[in-house]
């Protein structure tokens, strides 16, 4: 089956700063890439995705970018916020699944 | 619009009981899905279920069982409950098949 990996576990950076949060996976097949950003006590909420027939996708300070032949996708926040601060977590979907990575807690210090 | 919602917000059982966790999908969506989240870990995919029926599993025991409802809602049943199922369960719904998934609040179960 899928499998996704998801680093760093940690990220911690200065408010203003870029944050990059990188993901590879293993089955080729996979075609739909989304991100969540989950915060204290709350369920997951999809903040950006991408399908595999797209390089890169922008939305205001967040961007997505694809490596279909290196499998990977990575997560770009610039001129992060404190409010960025949570856990943000990976997908690929694979079939009739979708598997996560692990998490990265991104701290934003003011 | 309304999201997703789940009920209870907590659950508080027993090793050996049964517990039942709630989830309304967003208007429209006929995809529910249930993941598992664990202290400290990330999402465990259990099950789907998609005009009705059952459509996937995850590698989870089957004490782990739901349905769907007609109106798409959809229950969780957890059976002979162990403490390792103590954990955040996740509900969520989409419109089209496993794609763009919209997550609830979770239901926090813990099994003393």
């Known amino acids: 089956g899928e499998n996704v990996e998801q680093h760093p576990s940690t990220l911690s950076v200065q408010e203003g700063d870029s944050a990059v949060i990188k993901c590879t996976y293993s089955?080729?097949?996979?075609?739909?890439f989304p991100w969540y950003k989950q915060e204290l006590g709350k369920g997951p909420q999809l903040i950006i995705d991408?399908?595999?027939?797209?390089g890169e996708k922008k939305d205001q300070r967040i961007a997505v970018t694809l490596n279909k032949t290196a499998k990977h996708f990575s997560l770009h926040i610039t001129e992060t916020q404190p409010e960025d601060s949570a856990v943000y977590f990976c997908?690929?979907?694979?079939?009739?699944?979708?598997?996560f990575g692990g998490g990265t807690r991104l701290m934003v210090k003011p | 619009e309304a999201g997703v919602t789940q009920s209870p917000t907590h659950l508080i059982k027993t090793r050996g009981q049964q517990a039942t966790l709630r989830c309304s999908p967003i208007?429209?969506?006929?995809?529910v899905y249930w993941y598992q989240q664990a202290l400290g870990l990330g999402l465990q995919f259990l099950l789907w279920?998609?005009?009705?029926?059952?459509?996937n599993r995850g590698n989870f025991p089957p004490r782990f069982s739901g349905r769907q409802f007609p109106n798409y809602s959809s229950e969780l049943n957890v059976n002979a409950l162990e403490l390792e199922d103590s954990a955040l369960y996740l509900c969520?719904?989409?419109?089209?098949?496993?794609?763009?998934?919209?997550f609830g609040p979770g239901t926090r179960l813990t099994v003393t």
């Open positions: 969520a719904s989409s419109l089209t098949s496993w794609l763009e998934q919209y």
């Open positions: 089955d080729s097949a996979s075609n739909y």
């Open positions: 991408i399908r595999s027939n797209v």
């Open positions: 997908a690929a979907k694979a079939g009739n699944m979708l598997t």
């Open positions: 208007s429209g969506h006929t995809s």
């Open positions: 279920y998609d005009e009705g029926e059952e459509r």
